[in-house]
């Protein structure tokens, strides 16, 4: 039984940071590609980050150069480093993982098929 927990959200303001987390058990996360996506209120889920097994990561345009994804097998934790917060970042964040070893070029819902239960990120 696979299961993901992702922790680590809160409220921030504008310009802080705030570091996500996401516990994997029940699979072997060295041969997942790991995902974030987030979903605003109102809004349909989309994709934030991805990252392949051989740490090669792709980001949504709207987070590029402000948000990191990175991943420790041994521990089996994906982490999404989230520096200077816009107020539009504003979403409940969740982790999901793919089971292949690659990543696709697009972060899309529909190549994951584990997810958390998310974690929720407010910026003022």
């Known amino acids: 039984h696979v299961q993901l927990v992702e922790s680590g959200g809160g409220s921030v303001q504008a310009g802080g940071s705030l570091r996500l987390s996401c516990a994997i058990s029940?699979?072997?996360?060295?041969?997942?590609?790991m995902g974030w996506f987030r979903q605003a209120a109102g809004k349909q889920r989309e994709g934030v980050a991805a990252?392949?097994?051989?740490?090669?990561?792709s980001y949504n345009d709207s987070v590029e150069g402000r948000f990191t994804i990175s991943r420790d097998n041994a521990k089996g934790t994906v982490l999404l480093q989230m520096n200077n917060l816009k107020s539009e970042d504003t979403a409940m964040y969740f982790c999901?993982?793919?089971?292949?070893?690659?990543?696709?070029?697009?972060?899309?819902?529909?190549?994951?098929?584990?997810w958390g239960q998310g974690t929720q990120v407010t910026v003022s």
């Open positions: 999901a993982a793919r089971p292949l070893r690659v990543c696709s070029a697009e972060i899309r819902q529909a190549d994951f098929s584990y």
């Open positions: 029940g699979a072997d996360v060295s041969s997942h590609c």
């Open positions: 990252i392949d097994v051989d740490g090669r990561t």
